[in-house]
């Protein structure tokens, strides 16, 4: 940026018209570059079954945005102080995977998607407890050789969840709190929060018709008790804004300047998808800049609608939470929205 006032006014439109068509029934955005904030906006409802209003400190589950946000940024910051290298194999850490007994799995390719393993399944229909579904999770074989092919996978980071807690020797939200989110003052950043509904964004509703509102939405990640590598966290857009800040910055602090840098260049060339370490790059199936931001940028999302995007080169930075999932699963509204919202930004990124 800076950005225009004429664009700053276009991103505030694009919520309101996306809240408007009944797909998305609110959202908050933040832009900036490197520190500095050009814009916020809320639109549309927290809370539909309710009739309460979104506000920009309305909290949301991140979903996805855990991988990038929580998992990534703590398995780097491991790595930076010497507790860990990407190049270590998993069976090193955690001996009961099955997945990764014969040492090929390592932490690479769990960041970057290229371990193997299948993208999800839905241990949360036969497995009771965090424990069943732990046993059943390392007992999963990879579908192909690791390093091989890139394959989302949430098992992928539901496996370096608990690696960093091997590493770390305390649960994955404490060393989360402790190297990442407690260092960077995002204060409203948790698992398994607390607080009044009002609070919260609610994601889906229920057959009951009330919506899960301050709960995990993702279903193997609240069978694990609200904290895990692939989902979990909640944030407001604010202390998202940090993060993005923060990662953009030149300074050491909480991961090194040159790991950060390293996190969002492609890793995976010529493997089926480019990823980094933890970030979708231009091109990758799961990118959602679509050729309008520089090819320096990186992106990630999460289910129930939110997004992050940033581009270490310019600084820019854009933050995009909605509760699309509070009105279903059909994510068409959000894949529009997030498209306008990066077009509109991107006249005011610098060449």
């Known amino acids: 940026m800076p950005a225009t006032p004429d664009r700053l006014a276009r991103i505030g439109a694009l919520l309101d018209q996306a809240v408007g068509g009944g797909g998305i ?3 908050v955005a933040v832009i900036g570059q490197g520190p500095e904030t050009s814009g916020c906006w809320a639109a549309g409802l927290a809370d539909a079954t309710a009739g309460r209003r979104m506000r920009a400190d309305t909290t949301f589950d991140l979903a996805s945005l855990t991988k990038v946000v929580a998992t990534t940024a ?21 001996p009961e995977a099955r997945a990764c007994r014969d040492g090929r799995v390592t ?43 890139v394959a989302y996978s949430d098992l992928g980071f539901m496996l370096l969840g608990e690696v960093v807690a091997a590493v770390a020797g305390e649960p994955l939200d404490a060393a989360v709190r402790r190297l990442v989110t407690g260092p960077l003052a995002m204060t409203a950043t948790e698992f398994r929060p607390n ?27 609240r069978l694990m008790g609200g904290v895990a590598g692939h ?27 040159a790991l950060r840098r390293a996190a969002a260049t492609c890793q995976t060339e010529g493997l089926g998808g480019r990823r980094g370490y933890g970030w979708a790059c231009p091109g990758d199936a799961f990118d959602i800049l679509g050729g309008c ?20 080169a310019s600084g820019a930075w854009v933050v995009l939470l909605t509760n699309a999932v509070h009105a279903g699963r059909d994510a068409t ?5 997030r498209r306008a919202v990066h077009e509109a930004v991107t006249g005011s990124i610098p060449p």
């Open 25 to 27: 029934p609110g959202a």
């Open 74 to 94: 703590v398995t780097l910051a491991l790595a930076g102080r010497g507790q860990l290298r990407l190049d270590d194999p998993v069976a090193g850490y955690l």
């Open 107 to 149: 932490i690479a390719h769990l960041l970057t998607h290229t371990s193997g393993l299948p993208g999800s399944r839905t241990f949360y229909r036969w497995c009771g407890s965090r424990a069943e579904l732990l046993r059943d999770l390392y007992q999963t074989s990879p579908d192909r050789p690791p390093g091989s092919r």
């Open 195 to 221: 607080g009044p509904a009002a609070r919260f964004a609610a994601t889906e509703c229920r057959g009951d018709g009330s919506a899960w509102t301050g709960t995990v939405h993702d279903e193997n990640a």
């Open 231 to 257: 989902a979990g966290l909640f944030a407001p857009a604010a202390d998202l804004a940090r993060f993005a800040a923060w990662w953009l910055s030149a300074g050491d602090a909480v991961v090194p300047a």
């Open 293 to 312: 931001w520089p090819p320096t940028a990186v992106s990630h999302t999460g289910f129930t609608g939110t997004s992050l995007a940033l581009d270490p």
């Open 333 to 337: 509204a959000v894949k529009a929205l």
